[in-house]
């Protein structure tokens, strides 16, 4: 059984930074695909960035300049820094992951953590 666990979300300043985490388990392998999403109270939820199982890196508009998803393989963390915060980043952050050997859907997700950018 595959498990997401997120971390490193909290409450900054606009212009803050942040590095969230989500610790994955239950692969056999690194064969799988990864991204961030984040929901703000009222909205639905929206993706953020995605890391393929090749390396690859995807940003939404917002995201391109400011954000940075990276997966570290050996220890099994995904993980999303984020520069330059804005009050419209503030959302619960959820890490999401693809059953292995394809992209999509995404059949995994964490409990979220949340940002809470403050102007």
């Known amino acids: 059984q595959v498990h997401l666990v997120e971390s490193g979300g909290g409450s900054v300043q606009t212009g803050g930074s942040l590095t969230l985490a989500c610790e994955v388990s239950?692969?056999?392998?690194?064969?799988?695909?990864m991204a961030w999403f984040r929901q703000a109270p009222g909205e639905e939820r929206k993706g953020v960035a995605v890391f393929d199982s090749d390396g690859d890196t995807f940003y939404v508009d917002y995201a391109k300049g400011r954000f940075t998803i990276s997966k570290d393989n050996a220890k099994n963390i995904l993980y999303l820094q984020m520069t330059s915060l804005k009050p419209e980043d503030t959302a619960m952050y959820y890490c999401?992951?693809?059953?292995?050997?394809?992209?999509?859907?995404?059949?995994?997700r964490g409990q979220g953590t949340q940002v809470t950018v403050s102007s």
């Open positions: 999401v992951a693809a059953r292995e050997g394809v992209c999509y859907p995404y059949s995994y």
């Open positions: 239950g692969y056999t392998d690194s064969n799988y695909c």
